[in-house]
């Protein structure tokens, strides 16, 4: 790729200039006033490299104010924020940019290469008292303690009092993602209690979480519970590889992908996936199409399908949620024009992210300002407000992952088995089957997600 600019270029070497030691020539006389335009902090220099990146990469560079302050922020983080406003996109009243971020490099190291440090576990509310466990990674101290997605929580460090109130919901939140030790009392489906004390530990992330063969009305159906599109890409496409290998030697006529909490993560494992779920027929066509802003058109690219194994399913069902974002409808976006797709979950559309980034260093910091969009073989890919669910059905947050018997799970069978979806989204709590209302403790729940990772991560890298 070209390198960013020369302007670029000279704020870097004015940020290692100012990280020099200066030289102390013993004299008494009191130094000058500071100018800080003239005298700018190491932070300033980085918040100016980042202005400097935005205003030539990102998507929506033009709409960049002259007079935008990069230095009025408290750090790059704040600034990416302020930058996303500035995303006026035709047809939209508001900002498309919900998602350009920064982050610290070491931060970013784990996190895109699935290294976690917590205790593996994520939780969501399933009615006003009744928190459950949503997810545990298996390499995890949760995973490895045994505790399974559907687990209730019932106390907390000995605290009984579990509901969606501010302060209840503030405890759960510092004591499940940002203690180093919490002791909690859990209640399994059987009705069982077992008292678990977890300390945090690094781990590395298992985003396939549960895989299986399903007989439906004659028919042999595919699934997949996919958590991320980050992590150790080797471990995952061998993953990869061996449960479609299985898929095709049980003869699956149609796949359930499950992505109803994945917020995105590399576009090559999009890729990779994509080119074992396309059929036959969609080989060497186009996947998708991607473009840049007017300052790296030369870069716009054209990916097309390059067939991995020999499944060929004319159907797939997507599991999905309000949280199923980017890569995850990068992957649901492309294969639209050559499969029947039936979008099912928890909520009326997906999170809507039809651009993507990659890091950019910044000092200690990787900036990372939208700077492509992608659209389908179809030219479509204007998402902005995700894509309709096409039988919202509420998640069954009270079964484990494959459990035939989980809401969106039985759904999709039943819809196999008998031509007509066995649950909807009922707009209630069913307390009897631990459904869960996709509008009930919508802050409280939103509360508990905001660690989830959402993006597309590209794999061009600007250089410096």
Same mark, same amino acid.
């Given at each position: 790729?070209?390198?960013?600019?020369?302007?670029?270029?000279?704020?870097?070497? #004015?940020?290692?200039?100012?990280?020099?030691?200066?030289?102390?020539?013993?004299?008494?006389?009191?130094?000058?006033?500071?100018?800080?335009?003239?005298?700018?902090?190491?932070? !300033?220099?980085?918040?100016?490299?980042?202005? #400097?990146?935005?205003?030539?990469?990102?998507?929506? =560079?033009?709409?960049?104010?002259?007079?935008?302050?990069?230095?009025?922020?408290?750090?790059?983080?704040?600034?990416? !924020?302020?930058?996303?406003?500035?995303?006026?996109?035709?047809?939209?009243?508001?900002?498309? !940019?919900?998602?350009?971020?920064?982050?610290?490099?070491?931060?970013?190291?784990?996190?895109?290469?699935?290294?976690?440090?917590?205790?593996?576990?994520?939780?969501?509310?399933?009615?006003?008292?009744? #928190?459950?466990?949503?997810?545990?990674?298996?390499?995890?101290?949760?995973?490895?303690?045994?505790?399974?997605?559907?687990?209730?929580?019932?106390?907390?460090?000995?605290?009984?009092?579990?509901?969606?109130?501010?302060?209840?919901?503030?405890?759960?939140? =510092?004591?499940?993602?940002?203690?180093?030790?919490?002791?909690?009392?859990?209640?399994?489906?059987?009705?069982?209690?077992?008292?678990?004390?977890?300390?945090?530990?690094?781990?590395?992330?298992?985003?396939?979480?549960?895989?299986?063969?399903?007989?439906?009305?004659?028919?042999?159906?595919?699934?997949?519970?996919?958590?991320?599109?980050?992590?150790?890409?080797?471990?995952?496409?061998?993953?990869?590889?061996?449960?479609? =290998?299985?898929?095709?030697?049980?003869?699956?006529?149609?796949?359930?992908?499950?992505?109803?909490?994945?917020?995105?993560?590399?576009?090559?494992?999009?890729?990779?996936?994509?080119?074992?779920?396309?059929?036959?027929?969609?080989?060497?066509?186009?996947?998708?199409?991607?473009?840049?802003?007017?300052?790296?058109?030369?870069?716009?690219?054209?990916?097309?399908?390059?067939?991995?194994?020999?499944?060929?399913?004319?159907?797939?069902?997507?599991?999905?949620?309000?949280?199923?974002?980017?890569?995850?409808? #990068?992957?649901?976006?492309?294969?639209?024009?050559?499969?029947?797709?039936?979008?099912?979950?928890?909520?009326?559309?997906?999170?809507?992210?039809?651009?993507?980034?990659?890091?950019?260093?910044?000092?200690?910091?990787?900036?990372?300002?939208?700077?492509?969009?992608?659209?389908?073989? !179809?030219?479509?890919?204007?998402?902005?407000?995700?894509?309709?669910?096409?039988?919202?059905?509420?998640?069954?947050?009270?079964? =484990?992952?494959?459990?035939?018997?989980?809401?969106?799970?039985?759904?999709?069978?039943?819809?196999?088995?008998?031509?007509?979806?066995?649950?909807?989204?009922?707009?209630?709590?069913?307390?009897?089957?631990?459904?869960?209302?996709?509008?009930?403790?919508?802050?409280?729940?939103?509360?508990?997600?905001?660690?989830?990772?959402?993006?597309?991560?590209?794999?061009?890298?600007?250089?410096?």
């Amino acid at each position: 790729m070209k390198r960013i600019s020369a302007a670029l270029c000279v704020i870097t070497v #004015l940020f290692l200039a100012s990280c020099k030691k200066s030289i102390d020539d013993g004299s008494t006389t009191p130094p000058p006033p500071v100018d800080s335009t003239a005298n700018p902090t190491p932070e !300033d220099l980085v918040k100016d490299t980042v202005l #400097l990146i935005a205003r030539d990469v990102y998507l929506w =560079n033009t709409q960049i104010p002259s007079d935008f302050d990069a230095r009025s922020y408290a750090d790059p983080i704040a600034e990416m !924020d302020a930058i996303r406003q500035y995303s006026i996109e035709p047809g939209f009243a508001n900002p498309v !940019d919900r998602y350009s971020f920064a982050i610290k490099q070491t931060d970013w190291d784990n996190l895109s290469n699935g290294i976690e440090q917590d205790f593996g576990m994520s939780v969501f509310f399933n009615t006003g008292t009744d #928190l459950r466990v949503k997810y545990a990674e298996q390499a995890s101290p949760a995973g490895l303690a045994g505790i399974e997605r559907g687990w209730q929580i019932i106390k907390i460090n000995g605290n009984s009092q579990i509901n969606t109130s501010e302060a209840s919901v503030n405890m759960i939140v =510092n004591a499940v993602f940002y203690s180093s030790n919490t002791s909690f009392t859990f209640k399994k489906p059987d009705g069982s209690t077992v008292d678990i004390s977890l300390t945090a530990a690094t781990y590395q992330s298992h985003p396939i979480f549960a895989d299986s063969v399903y007989a439906a009305n004659g028919k042999k159906v595919g699934y997949l519970a996919l958590n991320s599109f980050l992590g150790d890409t080797t471990e995952i496409y061998s993953e990869f590889g061996s449960i479609f =290998n299985n898929f095709q030697s049980q003869n699956v006529n149609e796949v359930i992908v499950d992505l109803r909490y994945n917020g995105g993560g590399y576009v090559s494992m999009a890729e990779k996936l994509a080119n074992y779920l396309v059929p036959t027929a969609g080989n060497n066509q186009v996947m998708y199409k991607q473009t840049f802003n007017a300052n790296y058109s030369s870069y716009n690219e054209t990916t097309v399908y390059h067939k991995l194994g020999s499944l060929n399913v004319d159907k797939i069902f997507f599991i999905v949620s309000d949280n199923t974002a980017s890569a995850s409808e #990068l992957l649901i976006n492309s294969l639209k024009p050559f499969v029947s797709e039936t979008l099912v979950g928890p909520s009326d559309t997906t999170y809507g992210k039809p651009v993507g980034f990659f890091p950019i260093p910044a000092g200690e910091w990787y900036a990372f300002p939208i700077s492509f969009r992608t659209v389908n073989k !179809d030219g479509n890919g204007n998402y902005f407000g995700g894509f309709k669910v096409d039988h919202p059905t509420d998640d069954g947050l009270d079964r =484990n992952w494959g459990d035939v018997d989980e809401n969106c799970l039985k759904s999709i069978l039943t819809y196999i088995k008998t031509g007509t979806f066995g649950f909807a989204h009922t707009g209630s709590t069913n307390i009897s089957n631990g459904t869960i209302n996709t509008t009930f403790n919508t802050a409280a729940n939103k509360t508990l997600e905001t660690r989830t990772f959402k993006g597309a991560v590209g794999k061009t890298k600007f250089v410096r």
